[in-house]
């Protein structure tokens, strides 16, 4: 995997969540759109049990088989901060790269 | 996929797992392509799921104690193995003396596998409780590699 290749499945389902509740097939796609990053099912689902067990996200009652999940206020507050550190990491990468 | 080769991959994962995300996994498998690169993704990750379970496997306070991860099976196998591999090497240096022979006879054979399934078994006791009870765990591997290394020994100086 290239490093240009974003891979953070945990953060990526927690923000494909922060659009809306989504069940996993559309939680695959709404990554792809977003990073170009298609996660496997086994990955996809690895992500989800570990931040349901974590309490970042939980689930909404099934439609047909499918099971929809949505970010907990505790998931939104961690989100939150994950991204508030990565947007500081962009702009001072960018900065530093910029003085090159 | 096919819902059968949905169903082979959904077994890879612990029972708690399967009852908890089982259904809602195999929905979303039916609708993947590409068997190969799933079966690898999804491999990948019940391997994961065995090794630091998510869900129903919290192991209870109890159930961490040296003596309960001494009963396992896992940990009873390799201290029977290597056992009976000493008594394999103690055995037959009481029958025949203290020779260094050359040729490997059928004791040596059978030490040897008594030894090999001992230390295969070994490192399926380290990949399964590590993650889980590293102390008991390595109290275990602790008394187990004592044993082998009296194995090696007695072969040494024995045979």
New interface residues.
Partial sequence: MGIEQFSDPPLLVLTSLAGGPK???AMIEDIVWLCGNRL???????A???L??QGLIEPLP?E????PYRLTAAGEHALRAKLNTLKHVTRSGLKRLEAL | MKPAAARLLVGLYPRPWRQRYGEEFETLLLEQSDFLKILVDVAFSAAKERMSPTCGQAVPAAATSFRVVMKMPSAILPLALSLAALSVVLAHAAIFGVTHEKDEGTAAHLWQLLIGGALTVMIFFAAKWMPRATKQALAVLIIVSALMLANFAAVYFLT
């Fill in positions: 069940h996993g097939h496997g099912p086994g990955t996809l689902y690895g989800i049990s570990r349901e067990q099934p047909d088989r499918r099971q």
